[in-house]
């Protein structure tokens, strides 16, 4: 049923293991095979660390997803095609790919709406109950398999996962060009928007955070302004953004990616009168919002989950043509065998993105 190149069985699956919340092992699992004549076979080359990772190694949980088996981490992985199903036409062994990690039914009304990212059976990496990415081999459907053209690196393309959900996010913003977004949070997810929104044409970007050191990265990277927030009332802190704006209607659109109940708030009073206002972060489940300012200015308010159809053919072709440069997010890359070293190093957050390298990997 398959061709093949690379001798899987050359390859070894070792795996890194989250057995219960700070314990976290290294250890050789059962090498994953093509089930469907439509599924391809993966060496994974490279994955970065995503908070999500990092909470549940720390916590065992987000929301409603429990650890309760041990699992294998990371979601945000780039690798190499080995096999091929018989029936794929679009890719073949030696194919560099970025690999979407979540896989809808196909067959809900969701999945067949064209939006498979809010299919309520999602087979996801590393969301309880399923294995993530951080392994040797990973079997996937081709068609969730994303060719890197030959001027993007294995190491851009486990940045694709991150840059897909700002994808998203500034599709559910509706960017026009010369636009005024402000973002809120200069992680990595808020930078991607900030950079998405100025390839859409955004004419004022302003990214705030608490931290002045990822402003000056935000700055560096596609704002073209910046913002400390205070520790001063939502409205104080939003008529300080419309002032460094000189917006003093507001900003078009307003996209949280810090999860922060403040600059939540701040959201709904920056947010121009008719203005829309996308919720990307993830926090805390409830908070106090502003809901008279939601009302009174007729905000358009959405929510931005993973990512969907188009999102990730997107984000490859904006750094393959120079538009987003991942690369530079790219604290560090660590081998395989320090992966938690690098886990603890995204928990004090001082870096931006770790990638760690595949156990197959040569470095
Ligand atoms: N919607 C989705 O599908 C999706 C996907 C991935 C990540 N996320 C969420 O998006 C958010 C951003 O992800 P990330 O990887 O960049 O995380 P991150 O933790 O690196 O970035 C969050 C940033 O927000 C800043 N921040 C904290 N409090 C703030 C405040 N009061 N005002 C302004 N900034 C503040 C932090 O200093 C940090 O720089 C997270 O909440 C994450 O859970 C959502
Ligand atoms: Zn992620
Ligand atoms: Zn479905």
Redesign the pocket.
């Known amino acids: 049923m398959a061709t093949q190149t690379i001798n899987k069985d050359e390859l070894s699956n070792l795996s890194f293991i989250l057995n219960k919340p700070n314990d976290v092992t290294f250890a050789e699992r059962p090498k994953p095979s093509i089930q469907s004549p439509h599924d391809v076979l993966v060496a994974v080359n490279y994955t970065g660390i ?3 990772d990092v909470h549940y190694w720390v916590h065992g949980a987000i929301g409603h997803f429990v650890v309760k088996e041990p699992m294998v981490l990371g979601h945000e992985s780039a690798g190499t095609i080995i096999e091929v199903g018989s029936d794929v036409d679009n890719l073949k062994p030696g194919d560099r790919v970025a690999l979407e990690p979540g896989y809808g039914c196909r067959r809900c009304g969701n999945c067949r709406a064209g939006k498979y990212n809010l299919c309520p059976k999602m087979i996801f990496a590393a969301t309880p109950p399923y294995h993530g990415t951080l392994t040797g081999l990973w079997a996937a459907p081709a068609d969730y398999c994303y060719k890197l053209p030959d001027n993007v690196s294995l190491q851009e393309g486990a940045m694709i996962e ?1 840059l897909a ?1 700002a994808v ?2 500034v599709k559910q913003a509706v960017v026009k060009p010369g636009q005024s977004v402000v973002i ?7 930078l991607l928007c900030a950079a998405v929104a100025k390839s859409y044409g955004a004419s004022k970007i302003l990214s ?4 002045q050191s ?1 402003l000056d990265m935000a700055k560096e990277f596609a704002a073209t302004h910046t913002y400390v ?1 205070q520790r001063i009332a939502p409205e104080e802190n939003a008529k300080a953004i419309k002032d460094l704006l000189s917006l003093p209607d507001g900003a078009d659109v307003v996209i949280d ?4 109940e ?2 939540i708030q701040t959201s709904l009073h920056v947010v121009r009168m008719g203005g829309t206002y996308v919720q ?4 805390k489940s409830d908070i106090t919002f502003p809901i008279m300012a939601l009302c009174l200015k007729e905000v358009t308010a959405k929510g ?3 990512y969907g159809p188009g999102d990730y053919e997107l984000a490859v072709d904006l750094v393959a043509t120079g538009k987003v440069d991942v690369k530079r997010l790219i604290s560090d890359v660590v081998p395989f065998k320090q992966a938690e070293e690098a886990f603890s190093k995204v928990k004090q957050g001082e870096v931006i993105k770790v990638l760690i390298a595949g156990p197959n990997e040569k470095q």
């Open positions: 995503c908070g999500s991150p959900v998203h996010i809120m949070g200069a992680g990595p997810v808020g705030v955070d608490i931290i990822k927030s990616a810090s999860g922060a403040p600059s990307g972060g993830m926090g931005s989950f993973r």
